[in-house]
């Protein structure tokens, strides 16, 4: 059974910075590609951040492009978020998820865990 744990969310003023962390288990994560999905109060869930399993290839939302950095450690099955000059539309719901066939779509999610960016 795949588990995505995500941690590391919480209340930041505007500018300020969060490390968000995902624990995966039940997967070949190592052959996994993994990503970082957001969904504010009444919106639809948007795409932030995806890594290849290697790590050597990333890519992000316009949104975030020089404010979020994703990485992961294979050793550890984990991967992270990065996020620094946070602003308040950055506040939502942010999911981890995997996928076992590319990041074009993801199979397996966490439950997520909230970043409340205030101004």
């Known amino acids: 059974q795949v588990q995505l744990v995500e941690s590391g969310g919480g209340l930041v003023q505007a500018g300020g910075s969060l490390r968000l962390s995902c624990a995966a288990s039940?997967?070949?994560?190592?052959?996994?590609?993994m990503g970082w999905f957001r969904q504010a109060p009444g919106k639809e869930r948007e795409f932030v951040s995806a890594?290849?399993?290697?790590?050597?290839?990333?890519r992000y939302a316009d949104s975030v492009k020089g404010r979020f950095t994703i990485s992961r450690d294979n050793a550890k099955n984990a991967v992270y978020l990065q996020m620094n000059s946070l602003k308040p539309e950055d506040t939502a719901l942010y999911y981890c998820?995997?996928?076992?066939?590319?990041?074009?779509?993801?199979?397996?999610w966490g439950q997520g865990t909230q970043v409340t960016v205030s101004s």
């Open positions: 998820a995997a996928s076992a066939r590319g990041w074009d779509s993801f199979e397996y």
């Open positions: 890594s290849t399993w290697s790590g050597s290839m990333t």
């Open positions: 039940g997967l070949t994560f190592t052959s996994s590609a």
